[in-house]
């Protein structure tokens, strides 16, 4: 949590060992003892915040048995989450890849690849049988990119007289979905 705090506030480049080390209340050589360098601090925040999000998936892929109704509660969770834990949000989401994968075996890189190959299963789910790999595929980057965009921009302009956040998020949700289901 103080990783994150410090990331946040003083991007990836104003972050040091010694802050982090600082803030937690142990030294630098002792952060050492379990992380090389920042790199892998961030690589560590941004596979937890994976990891939650994996796990809500395959959760709601286990109980769930209607396709539309799975995907909307996986968008739903997603922004939940961004909405949650904005710090975690805001690193594995908003901070630039090389910060973040700086190892190319690193686990955030598998789980987030895991995160996102389970959401485009979901959104293959939801479509008719009939359905392209290539238009699922379009249709679940879109599907991301706008969740993505509604978290980051109420998250990044709380000055704004926003409408109230459920009521933005179903209307989202309604609006995507609903266009979902003419493809």
Request: glycine residues 4%.
């Amino acid at each position: 949590a103080a990783a994150e705090q410090i990331f946040v506030a003083e991007g990836y480049e104003g972050a040091t060992i010694r802050k982090i080390a600082d803030a937690v209340g142990v030294s630098s050589t002792a952060l050492y003892l379990h992380f090389r360098d920042k790199s892998e601090i961030l690589n560590e925040i941004c596979q937890h915040a994976f990891s939650i999000l994996l796990a809500r998936c395959q959760e709601l892929a286990e109980t769930e048995t209607d396709p539309l109704v799975r995907l909307r509660k996986l968008l739903r969770s997603y922004v939940s989450f961004g909405f949650e834990n904005t710090n975690a949000y805001r690193l594995a989401f908003m901070t630039p890849v090389g910060q973040i994968y700086a190892d190319e075996k690193g686990l955030a890189r598998v789980v987030a690849a895991d995160l996102y190959a389970s959401f485009e299963k979901g959104v293959e789910q939801a479509l008719p049988p009939q359905h392209d790999l290539q238009r699922a595929r379009v249709l679940a980057q879109i599907l991301w990119a706008s969740t993505h965009g509604l978290v980051s921009i109420v998250m990044m302009k709380p000055h704004l007289d926003w409408a109230d956040r459920d009521d933005l998020i179903e209307t989202q949700l309604d609006i995507l979905l609903k266009a979902l289901e003419t493809q």
